[in-house]
């Protein structure tokens, strides 16, 4: 005999459906939570997780309420078990979705989630799901790649507001590729300071790449990192089409790349270009080497 809809159940109020750790869908209602145990083409049947509990709902094949689930159980409710579940489920849908780090989305998540005291204490730290959400992310991130030659993915070239960050992608000749990473907001920085701070970090640098070199401006009398050079050699020749494109886009944004002050380690391959190209300010210029 088949089973009428329950016309009194309002199925947009009370019946939801979230996901298991593993990815399994579980349905809530009544802050009872149910895990699929058959499927048939017209009818799925849902059982309590709770072992031993003997409730039961039952729905279409498009998730619509058909019967079950208004009698009481023998335990208390999964309200708990549903908060942790669902903040999980938030948590690693932002990880696989957004390029913003672990720990951000898990303090920000954890800030705005009502969990109550005993959901707060049994829920995992940032330490102990860190590495879990790592390997989800890790998933979907493309291939690392095998030499300084490979695709950059179009998010890979963006902000995390959606904004252009990718510069310059350019090979002067084979195997000597030159990255230039910079958001509007750092270049407006870059080109108002009057004093820049450059050096390269090699231990940080990606695979197949030699350094990665940072020029920082001032702003509000602070020092700010304002544009990101991957470079696989410390050439001058290197250094001098780095220089160029600031110039160009300095002029791109109406303004001049005319810095009065260098701040730079001894660099063999920075020296001579900033020598060679400072322009009219080369007389007023100092060069600090620290």
């Not at 050096?199 to 640098?205: P, Y």
């Not at 791109?252 to 270009?273: A, H, M, Q, W, Y």
């Amino acid at each position: 005999m088949s089973i009428s809809p329950d016309s009194t159940f309002d199925a947009n109020e009370n019946l939801s459906f979230i996901k298991s750790n593993k990815g399994q869908p579980l349905l809530v209602m009544n802050e009872q939570l149910y895990k699929c145990n058959k499927k048939t083409a017209r009818k799925k049947y849902w059982i309590c997780i709770v072992s031993g509990c003997s409730m039961v709902v039952h729905t279409d094949e498009n998730d619509v309420y058909l019967y079950g689930g208004k009698c009481d159980h023998h335990h208390e409710s999964n309200s708990d078990v549903i908060q942790t579940t669902h903040l999980r489920q938030q948590m690693k849908e932002r990880v696989l979705n957004e390029l913003t780090p672990i720990g951000i989305i898990y303090e920000e998540e954890m800030a705005k989630a009502p969990l109550s005291t005993a959901s707060v204490a049994t829920f995992p730290t940032n330490q102990e799901i860190h590495q879990t959400f790592v390997k989800a992310r890790r998933k979907i991130l493309p291939i690392l790649p095998q030499s300084c030659l490979f695709t950059i993915p179009d998010p890979f070239k963006l902000t995390i507001d959606g904004k252009r960050f990718l510069l310059l992608d350019e090979s002067r000749v084979r195997r000597e590729r030159l990255l230039l990473y910079a958001s509007d907001l750092q270049l407006d920085i870059l080109f108002d300071s009057e004093t820049i701070y450059m050096d390269g970090t090699f231990s940080k640098a990606p695979s197949h790449f030699v350094q990665i070199y940072i020029i920082h401006g001032i702003k509000h009398g602070a020092c700010v990192p304002c544009l990101f050079a991957l470079m696989v050699n410390k050439k001058a020749a290197t250094y001098r089409q780095l220089f160029s494109e600031l110039k160009n886009l300095a002029l791109d944004r109406n303004k001049n790349f005319l810095p009065k002050l260098f701040v730079t380690d001894f660099e063999s391959g920075v020296i001579p270009v900033l020598k060679a190209d400072v322009s009219i300010y080369y007389f007023c210029m100092k060069l600090f080497l620290i």
